[in-house]
């Protein structure tokens, strides 16, 4: 699975960016889906994940109730709707895919290049 994020860009805080994810590979419904993020100086953090059909998400207490993950099988497409930003989700944002329910970063077998989204205060 080859993974290609999009979506980054410069936004003040309080505003609203989405992210996309697009895969290649006729596999793509098999695996979970995930979004993580590395802001500067600082560890890769688990963000999001999806399960095969999208009934399955789990967030991180930093962005549950303002990001929405979401996927669509027919387009091999993971998005991350972000919502209400704030300066602190400053990072870039990788997309990942696993064949595990998890949220430990080192389980994802295949990953995006990352996308940068900065949030200005």
């Known amino acids: 699975v080859q993974l290609q994020a999009s979506g980054g860009g410069l936004v003040q805080a309080g505003g609203s960016l989405r992210l996309s994810c697009a895969a290649s590979g006729r596999t793509f419904s098999s695996y979970f889906m995930g979004w993580f993020r590395q802001a500067p100086g600082k560890e890769r953090e688990f963000v999001s994940r999806?399960?095969?059909?999208?009934?399955?998400?789990y967030y991180a207490d930093s962005v549950k109730g303002r990001f929405t993950i979401s996927r669509d099988n027919a387009k091999n497409t993971v998005s991350l709707q972000m919502n209400n930003l704030k300066p602190e989700d400053t990072a870039v944002y990788y997309c990942?895919?696993?064949?595990?329910?998890?949220?430990?970063?080192?389980?994802?077998?295949?990953w995006g290049q990352g996308t940068l989204v900065t949030v200005s205060s």
């Open positions: 999806i399960g095969w059909s999208g009934d399955s998400t």
């Open positions: 990942a895919a696993t064949k595990v329910v998890t949220i430990r970063e080192s389980s994802y077998d295949y």
